[in-house]
C-alpha cells in the first residue's frame, strides 16, 4: 500500500503569485492556468471564485505566462486575462487527476492500487507576510488509475478519453488526440477524500546553515520520518512527486477525513 504525494495549485511560475492562507485556517485552492485556449473547461481565472477572501483567482494577479502557449502568445494580461482557462486538476469534485509530467510523477502515481491515496500539496502565502510554505490541502482515495498515451490505439485512446470527461488533459485532447505527446496517468478518486475546508498541513521548512537561510523550500524531517517518505527528496521547490511506505487508512487515521478533520495536529500551521 502507498501513498504519493503531488505538487498542484498555481504558483509563482504560472499564475505569477502563491494562493493565500488566511488568519483564520482557511485558504484558497487556484489550478494552474491552462497551456492552451483550446478546451472545454468552462472554469476561467475570471470565473474561479476564492473561497474565503471574496473575489476571483483573476485577482491574485496582473499577468501570467502558461507554458507552453501555441498560439504565440507570451504573457496574458488586461481583458484577456479574465477570460484564460484553467487547468482543473486535480478536480476535487469529480475526484480525478491527471499527471504527465516524468520526474518521478508518471513512475510513481501509476503504480497505485484501489485503496491507496494520492495526496495533492500547494505552495501558500500567509497574509501576515510571512515565507510561503509547501501545505498538503487535500486528498483522493485511490479508486483505479489508467494509463494512455500515444503508444495506445487510437479506438481505446478515444474510449478512455471519453469516459473521463471531467478530467482535465481529456478536456484538452482534440478528436482523440492529446494535447502533448506524453504518457499520461490519470487517477479516478473516491471517498474517503476532497479539499480540506481550512488548516492545511504544513509540508515545507527553510533550510539553515551557517544560521543563514536558503531560499527554497525543504520537506520537514518530522513529515519524512513520521509518513516513511521513501522517494522525492529533501527539496521541495520544483514540486517533488513524493511516495510514502504507508497504507491509505494508515495516511487517514493520521491526516482526518475532508470535511470531518479535528484540527489537532502539529504539523498545521
Not at 474510449?159 to 471531467?166: D, F, G, K, P, V
Amino acid at each position: 500500500m502507498t501513498v504519493v504525494l503531488a505538487g498542484v495549485g498555481a504558483d509563482s511560475t504560472n499564475l505569477g503569485a502563491l494562493a493565500p492562507l488566511y488568519d483564520d485556517g482557511r485558504f484558497e485552492y487556484v489550478p494552474i492556468p491552462e497551456k492552451t485556449r483550446a478546451t472545454t473547461e468552462a472554469e476561467t481565472l475570471g470565473s474561479w471564485p476564492l473561497r474565503a477572501g471574496g473575489g476571483v483567482a483573476a485577482d491574485l494577479t496582473t499577468r501570467i505566462t502558461p507554458q507552453p502557449v501555441h498560439d504565440g502568445t507570451e504573457t496574458v494580461s488586461g481583458d484577456e486575462l479574465e477570460s484564460w482557462p484553467l487547468h482543473h486538476d486535480p478536480n476535487f469534485e469529480a475526484m480525478t487527476y491527471g499527471e504527465h509530467r516524468t520526474s518521478g510523477y508518471v513512475s510513481r502515481l501509476r503504480t497505485l492500487e484501489s485503496g491507496d491515496v494520492v495526496g495533492f500539496y500547494a505552495g501558500l502565502r500567509r497574509s501576515d507576510g510571512n515565507r510561503a510554505h509547501r501545505y498538503l490541502i487535500g486528498y483522493f482515495t485511490v479508486d483505479q488509475v489508467v494509463v494512455l498515451g500515444p503508444e495506445t490505439p487510437p479506438t481505446e485512446r478515444a474510449a478512455i478519453i471519453t469516459a473521463h470527461s471531467e478530467n482535465a488533459h481529456a478536456k484538452r485532447a482534440r478528436d482523440g488526440d492529446l494535447y502533448l505527446e506524453k504518457q499520461i496517468v490519470i487517477v479516478d478518486g473516491r471517498e474517503p477524500g476532497g479539499l480540506f475546508d481550512r488548516e492545511p498541513i504544513r509540508l515545507s521548512d527553510y533550510y539553515v546553515a551557517d544560521g543563514n537561510e536558503r531560499p527554497q523550500y525543504y520537506l520537514r524531517e518530522e513529515i519524512a520520518t513520521e509518513w516513511n517518505v521513501r522517494a522525492g527528496g529533501a527539496n521541495m521547490m520544483y514540486k517533488p512527486a513524493y511516495r510514502c511506505d504507508l497504507s491509505g487508512s494508515e495516511f487517514r487515521e493520521v491526516i482526518g477525513v475532508p470535511g470531518e478533520r479535528t484540527v489537532t495536529d502539529s504539523h498545521t500551521g
